[in-house]
């Protein structure tokens, strides 16, 4: 049996530049790796079956659309393996369709838990590659830390931080669909008569004073510096959330932000206590389902038990 541990991220800078031919984005993606996670177990078993627990369970597909489900068929895939076995049970606690990345966290822990219990040894830089083929958040999930994404996310670089930033997390009742939300962001953009295509929009990059900010370790600079190019979209698909932003700010957040494409929204506390404290007044706050303290930056997937050899 082996047991992977694997982040959630939030986006501390989500640029989106104009939709592509192909119909993609370009990405300016700053992720960065919280400790609220998922656990995924994967243990000998006929065929890929897959279990799930926590509050939002019911919301996880159990059949082969799962991407921990796919990760574990692609990894033997690659492999040439004839039969995969495996049966993988998640431990869930990252909110489902939430913006923060669950089932590519997944799908990374059970592409690290199925290469243990199967004894494969695949060098990193092949988990990587074939984590960008099961969906372009994936590597980061791997990766962990703070990284800047370009292309569609899944080009990824390492970035220096210092220290730890204390956030919140508050989950709201229900998901939001990342591709609704992309639609929406394009739908607003040609509504203000600035054009949503590459000619349009300039290819975002990476802002400076975000990187200083995070190489320095200081959250004041990181607050004035969170940007999320889906905000507007993902409030307008879903008007409460400006509510949840206000009742964080309100309680002390040094900021308020959409954690990617929503709905979860992430708020920046200047230290742990405040964190607890910004988390307990949105619990109160009757503005979403539930509210926790975390912090970051974490590894990414680890492996935290496996048999002894
Ligand atoms: P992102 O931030 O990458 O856009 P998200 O956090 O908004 O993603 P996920 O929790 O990854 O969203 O789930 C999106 C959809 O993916 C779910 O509605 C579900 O149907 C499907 N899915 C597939 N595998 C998983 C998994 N292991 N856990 C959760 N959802 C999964």
Not at 135 to 149: H, I, K, T
């Amino acid at each position: 049996m082996v047991t992977v541990r694997v982040p959630a991220k939030v986006n501390v800078q989500l640029g989106v530049g104009g939709v592509r031919p192909d119909g993609y984005h370009d990405l300016a993606n700053v992720f960065f790796a919280v400790a609220l996670g998922d656990e995924v177990t994967a243990t000998p078993g006929d065929g890929v079956t897959l279990t799930c627990t926590g509050p939002d369970a019911d919301a996880v597909p159990l059949d082969d659309t799962n991407l921990a489900a796919r990760a574990a068929r692609l990894l033997a895939a690659h492999h040439g393996l004839p039969a995969p076995g495996v049966y993988l049970h998640i431990a869930k606690a990252i909110p489902v369709a939430g913006g923060m990345a669950g089932g590519s966290a997944d799908g990374a822990a059970a592409l690290l838990a199925c290469d243990a219990l199967w004894g494969l040894d695949t060098p990193l830089d092949t988990l990587l590659e074939l984590a960008a083929e099961l969906g372009s958040d994936v590597p980061f999930a791997l990766l962990g830390g703070v990284a800047l994404g370009r292309g569609r996310g899944e080009i990824l670089e390492a970035l220096p931080v210092s220290g730890t930033f204390h956030w919140v997390f508050a989950v709201a009742d229900g998901g939001l669909s990342t591709p609704a939300v992309f639609r929406e962001c394009d739908r607003l953009r040609e509504e203000s008569g600035t054009g949503a295509t590459i000619e349009d929009v300039p290819t975002p990059d990476a802002d400076p004073e975000l990187l200083a900010a995070l190489a320095d370790g200081d959250p004041v600079a990181l607050a004035a510096a969170l940007s999320n190019d889906l905000q507007a979209a993902a409030v307008s698909l879903r008007p409460s959330l400006a509510d949840t932003l206000r009742a964080g700010t309100e309680a002390g957040a040094l900021a308020a932000l959409v954690s990617g494409s929503g709905p979860t929204c992430a708020f920046l506390a200047k230290d742990a206590d405040s964190a607890a404290h910004i988390a307990a007044a949105l619990r109160a706050s009757g503005t979403c389902r539930t509210a926790h303290a975390t912090h970051g930056p974490v590894p990414g997937a680890q492996v935290v038990s496996a048999p002894r050899p």
